[in-house]
Each structure stands twice: as C-alpha cells, then as structure tokens.
C-alpha cells in the first residue's frame, strides 16, 4: 500500500520543494497549509517576503495542481493566538525574551500536524526544515543538523520524541538552499525564486514592543535602569523594551558602552553592565525535553549547547532532574543568557534535547 503523507506547505520554495520530492518518490501526498496569523497584522507587508497571508495560500496551490495532489487549508488562527501569540506577550511582560518560532513548531505545526495526519490516514508528516533524521540499527530516531550548516534549523526541533520521529519526513535534510532553488526550477515551480520570509509572521512591521504594548497595555511594568553598583541611570517605560545582552536603544549615558545584564520582574529594574559583566557559568533550563528520554537519569551528560538559534554552540555538561529541570555548566565563561529564549543540546551533529533558559547562573 502507498504511504501517504501529509506535507505541511507555506507557500514557500523549501515546503514545495519538500512536496514535489515526495510526490515523485511515489508517496501519497496530501498538502496542507496553515492559517496562522490574522489577515490585518499583515497588510503592512505586503512588500516583503511574508508567510501564511492569502498569497502564499495561492502559490501552495498552484504547486499542489502543478504536481496534481491534494491541497487543504486549514484555519488555526484561535489556536495560535492563544498558544503562540499569547505566550509571546506574556513572556516578554514577564521580562523574558520568547522565541514565537521554537513555540509555534512545538505548540501548534507539529501538533496539528498529527493529528490531521492521523484523521485522513497518514502514515507520515513532512515540511520543509532542514533537519535530518537517522535511524540505526536498534531502531532509535536520531534528530541530526542538516547538511547545509547555513540553513540547518534542528534548533527549533528539539522538543520531538522517538515516536514522533519515527512519523516525521525531512526531506531537503541532505540538500542545500542552491540545491533547492535549483531544484523548483527544474519543476517549473513560479515559487523556485520567492524571498525567505524573515519577520515574525504576527509582527510584520518589527515593532514587537509595541505589538506587546497593544496587546497587553494594562500589564506593562515601567521600572528603573540600574548599574551593577545600585545607581539609578534612567527610568523606562516598560522591561518589555529590553533583552539580555542589549546594548542600542537603553536611553542612558554613561560614556561607555553598557549592556542589559538582567531584568528584575519582581521590580521592574533592568540591570545594566560593561560587555565584561555579561559571561555566565552556565543556565538553569525548565520544560526540558530529551529527543531519547533514556539519555534522562540524573548523570551528568557531555554537551555543545546553543542559547540562540545563530548562537555558536560551546562545550557544557548537562545535568537533567526530575521535573523536566535542568542545570547546564559550561566547561568555561560562557556568554550572557537570556530567560525565555530555547537552550538546545547537541552531541555533535545529533540534538540531544533542549529546554527554555529559567535563569542564568553567576560566573
């Protein structure tokens, strides 16, 4: 019996090209596109690369009648809303810095996915992540970094387990963007082309503080811009304003550079440091997951971890407790943390795990 497989299609080059593969390779495929953000958030962009407006429904289309398999729109928006783009508000009022992309993924992509897979019949869920997925000889999934290192997005992945692997297809893994491109051309796809959309899909105008000030206008907290020593430098109108490791936009004048070292939502204050005061000895990391819960039984566990998705990743050891905590050493002073953001674990090429950063620990 043919497998079919329900292909996740943004209207982008990388989920068409995901699809056409698959459809030549002889899968059953059905494509389906996802309504997410609501329709007037993005009418100021329409002048950019965007992803999941009405245009990018039109060209998910046409490669579906091009390839002649199914298509399907389905409208999550409510679900979004409440997952992704509340989260996103209340994360950033809380002091933290989110990342909606890392929360969208594991939140409602994925989750979705399988279930609208398992309602038709699917044997499988694909989209076009650059992402690997290996199996060895005992059966175990293993999460593994694209080949193209420019491109490879394992980072927002971390949170699949082995049974969701075992259902999951990546197809351009192996490939790199050129290839891609190269490939949609090939297919005669009008998409081949098409800029990356790079935006937060609900903040097309790249105002996120004030899309969390309209959003949540009656929970904003103002505070304090305070040095290391307890000095009051300045006040400002909300911590949602800043970030760990910020340095443009503080409103002070200290003649030298200062950076936003912590901030303090029990207060309100934002602590600012020289660039020298923002190394860490390591993280504590909630909501962790492991993509083979064996690796979980309390022993210390030789890592690389990234703390940002273009962030380098450096030499840890990773301690995980019960509760889904963990705490992440590094072998030497690591960078400044930002709370809210995903700390992903690898072991080479392979992603062990990941969680979001609680807080930082001293150096």
Known sequence: MTP????????????SVAAAIL??????????AMRLAPEPARAASRRR???????????????????????????????????VMGNFVSEYLAGRTPNPCVMCNREIKFDRLWKRARAIGAD??????YARIDRDDAGRFHLMRAADQSKDQSYFLFSLTQNELSRTLFPLGTM???EVRARARELGLLNADKPESQEICFVPDGDYAGFVERAGRDRVRTGKIVDTTGSTLAHHAGMHRFTVGQRRGLGIATGAPM??????????????????????????????SLVDAREGSDA???????????QRAIPATLVVSSGRNAEVRFNARGP?????????????????????????LEA
């Open 259 to 288: 950076y936003v070292r912590e901030i303090r939502s029990e207060t309100g204050d934002v602590i600012v440091a020289p660039r020298e005061g923002l190394s860490s000895a390591g993280l504590l990391a909630r909501e962790v």
């Open 49 to 83: 690369a965007t992803c999941c407006s009405h245009e990018d429904f039109e060209d998910a289309r046409r490669v579906a009648e091009r390839m002649n398999f199914p298509f399907y729109i389905v409208d999550l928006r409510e679900d979004f809303a409440a997952r």
């Open 23 to 32: 459809h030549e390779a002889g899968y059953d495929v059905v494509g389906i």
């Open 4 to 15: 079919r497989v329900l292909v996740a299609m943004s209207g982008g080059v990388d989920s």
């Open 124 to 129: 499988f869920v694909a989209t076009g992540h």
């Open 300 to 310: 210390p566990i030789e890592v690389e971890v990234k703390t940002r998705y273009r």
């Open 336 to 360: 400044a943390v930002t709370p809210g953001q995903a700390c992903v674990f690898y072991r080479g090429d392979e992603v062990i795990g990941g969680g979001f950063i609680e807080k930082a």
């Open 176 to 178: 790199t963007k050129t």
